[in-house]
């Protein structure tokens, strides 16, 4: 089985911290990609990766940034945290070729700015 | 259906009915469509997908039906049980061979005993 595995089920943290939000997968894949899940507006896309070093913005990257050195890490990154960033955030990956489509997701990090 | 807003449209059936669960999307141009679970404390979970050129696909207890002449997707889950409570959303793919997925926003599934 595939498995995503998000590093921290809940963070807090205070406006203007530097945040860093780790994903990492198993099966090798070459796509990543993180979320934001807010109630109501199902998920947005933040940015996403297809290679080692490669990244694209993806829907809402404004304050975001992201990192994939290695193949089964890609990071997000909010330099300085706003409380409109308190949202619950997904990780996903996927592989090449027909299974390209399917994103198997991480179990989330619910980030709480104050 | 789903919809973006503030509220989760939710169902609630009894215990070993059908539920259908209904998505209308966006882009008459989209190819292909996931449905995805998502429970409590987890990450999405992919149930079943369907392809533009099909108009049903069976899974085990569980139905997509694509209407594209409506943009219409619904999920039919047979024999509901407590085990199916969950948020369930569709996704679209404007092109089967890229990374590009739309989420809807989701319907809240609740199954009584």
């Known amino acids: 089985d595939v498995k995503v595995t998000q590093s921290s089920r809940y963070l807090v943290k205070r406006t203007g911290e530097k945040v860093f939000l780790e994903c990492v997968q198993d099966?090798?894949?070459?796509?990543m990609f993180w979320y934001r899940q807010d109630p109501g507006l199902g998920l947005r896309l933040i940015y996403f990766s297809y290679d080692v070093k490669m990244k694209e913005k993806g829907d809402i990257p404004e304050g975001y940034s992201v990192s994939r050195e290695k193949k089964e890490r890609f990071s997000l990154i909010l330099e300085s945290a706003s409380t409109n960033q308190t949202s619950m955030y997904l990780c996903?990956?996927?592989?090449?070729?027909?299974?390209?489509?399917?994103?198997?997701f991480g179990a989330g990090t619910r980030l709480s700015v104050l | 259906g789903e919809s973006v807003g503030l509220h989760l449209p939710t169902l609630s059936v009894q215990e070993g009915d059908n539920s259908i669960i209904n998505c209308a999307y966006s882009?008459?141009?989209?190819?292909?469509f996931i449905w995805y679970k998502q429970e409590s404390g987890k990450g999405p979970q992919f149930i079943i997908d369907i392809r533009s050129n099909m108009d049903k696909r069976q899974g085990q207890r569980v139905t997509v039906l694509l209407n594209k002449t409506v943009k219409h997707l619904s999920l039919q889950i047979a024999a509901t049980q407590p085990g199916d409570s969950a948020v369930y959303f569709c996704?679209?793919?404007?092109?089967?061979?890229?990374?590009?997925?739309?989420f809807g926003a989701g319907t809240r599934l609740t199954v009584k005993p």
């Open positions: 996903a990956s996927s592989g090449q070729g027909a299974a390209k489509n399917i994103q198997y």
């Open positions: 099966m090798d894949h070459e796509n």
């Open positions: 882009n008459s141009a989209s190819d292909y």
């Open positions: 996704a679209e793919n404007r092109h089967y061979n890229n990374n590009d997925m739309r």
